[in-house]
């Protein structure tokens, strides 16, 4: 299993659009933008609905299951932060409430070889300091 | 069918020494490239009124420095104080396709006789792909944190979505790569020219980012080509014989930024631009008699054949076995050995060759009977662009 523990993060830094995102992963919430107009979650968050293009947006909270849309093992090792984890997954999530949303995530708590498309897994929340706070994913229990 | 269809060619090309690190300032290399590309037509430096790039710099986490790590359009007018010149382009939302179809456009409209378009690209050093420092800003914050750096592990995890949904297996990916690293045994100006790469050298290569291993990368390198564009009848005139371009497209799907291992946004973006590409031209893809397509990372040759209509989804790691990509083959693909074989250099080289192929200038790769070259430039997605080329104007 990849050993997380000596690896330092580039820390996300949030923007006027982006911190509603962050504010509710620091409560161990996960929240996407919303188009109002037809409710339609989305990820990354963008100045428009993807489907109606209405600029009516907000933040609400969504479920944190989903599967393994698709992911890479690392083995690269040119980001020296990254090389005491490798070999290890690096995932793309579509989460059950918000098709269409891709979130990208680490397969946590597994082998890396557990990651294949289609795998069910479940949101779990990595704290990187007093701001800032990971959603990540484990296979779901 | 498109009304310009043919009144465009490709008239010289031209390479600079492709090298594995930066041993000369780059702005040298795309200079050479340019004034060989010149005397290829049989044209002097004066007659070129036209001149076109992409200069980007696809390392991340490098500065762009102006004739050492990019070659703008300025950096060239300043080396070449071109006395005739009367029109010059950037482009931006497509590769550097995209600066040849705006030469293209330039030719037709008149504003220009003849343009040249060079890529030059640089291999820092150092790492070629690095996450941002300590903090990940814009698009980045969703992806960086999780070590998702450069492209290749973009196009990795859209990789293992086609390999787990079509029930393939990567192993079938080494036709391409042993293919085109024998087709690159007659490019002596690949950067592989003379390293041949056997099936066993690329199931035993140590993995990248799975399911990428070292031979599904191009390397990258230090080198610049170039390519001389005019008008059909001026072309005629000069020395080499033209590759006519019957039509061309570009990629017209885009995703919200920062949103990556989409499948559907490579086959969208290849789909909308071979279908320009095709309607324009009046050709279909059994018409095509040679194919070069775009292969930095080797899923985008994939992804390629697929969404430009050559085989069905899920079909393409099938479709280039049994020798059909050879150079005697139904479909011979990426001639010139492909990025694989000549470094990364981007997707000019491919449009080079297509022209190459297509005015029977390719020497000892030529395919025989060409008349219809189908060249798709650029990863489908985001930056993709496609041409036809061919021998016999209609
Ligand atoms: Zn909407």
Known sequence: MSDWSKVTRPIPVPNQWTQPFWDAARRSVLELQRCQSCGHFQHPPYATCVQCVSTDLKFEPVGGKGTIYAYTIMYHTGDKRFAPAVPYASIIVELDDAPGALLAGNLLGSPYTDAKVGRRVEVIFEKLNDDITLPQFRLAR | ?????????????????????????????????????????????????????????????????????????????????????????????????????????????????????????????????????????????????????????????????????????????ATLAVTQRKHTQHNPQAYFYGVPLTREDYLNSRWVAYPFCLFDCDIPVQGAVAMVLTTADRARDLKPRPAYLAGYGQRLHFEVAGRIGSLSDYMLGGSSSAKLTWERSGFSPKDVDVAQIYDGFSASVIYGLESYGFCKEGEALDFIQDGRIELGGELPLNTFGGSLGTGRIHGLWHIIEGALQASGRAGSRQVEDVNVAFVGASAPIVTGTTFIFVREPY
């Open chain 2, 1 to 173: 069918m498109w009304e310009n269809r043919c009144k465009v060619a490709v008239s010289g090309v031209g390479y600079s020494k492709v090298t594995r690190s930066a041993e000369i300032p780059l702005a040298a290399h795309a200079l050479t490239a340019v004034k060989e590309a010149v005397a290829d037509s049989g044209l002097r430096l004066e007659d070129i009124d036209g001149l076109a790039t992409y200069p980007e710099l696809p390392a991340t986490g490098h500065a762009e420095i102006d004739g050492i790590s990019v070659v703008s359009v300025n950096c060239m007018m300043a080396m070449l104080k071109l006395p005739n010149l009367t029109w010059h382009i950037q482009v931006g939302t497509t590769n550097i396709g995209g600066a040849v179809q705006q030469a293209v456009n330039a030719l037709l409209a008149g504003v220009c006789k003849y343009a040249v378009v060079w890529r030059a690209m640089h291999n820092p050093r150092g790492t070629y792909q690095n996450l941002p420092g300590a903090h990940a800003t814009g698009a980045a914050q969703f992806t960086a944190p999780y070590g998702f750096g450069g492209p290749g592990q973009g196009m990795a995890v859209a990789y293992t979505r086609w390999l787990e949904r079509h029930g393939q297996n990567r192993e079938k990916m």
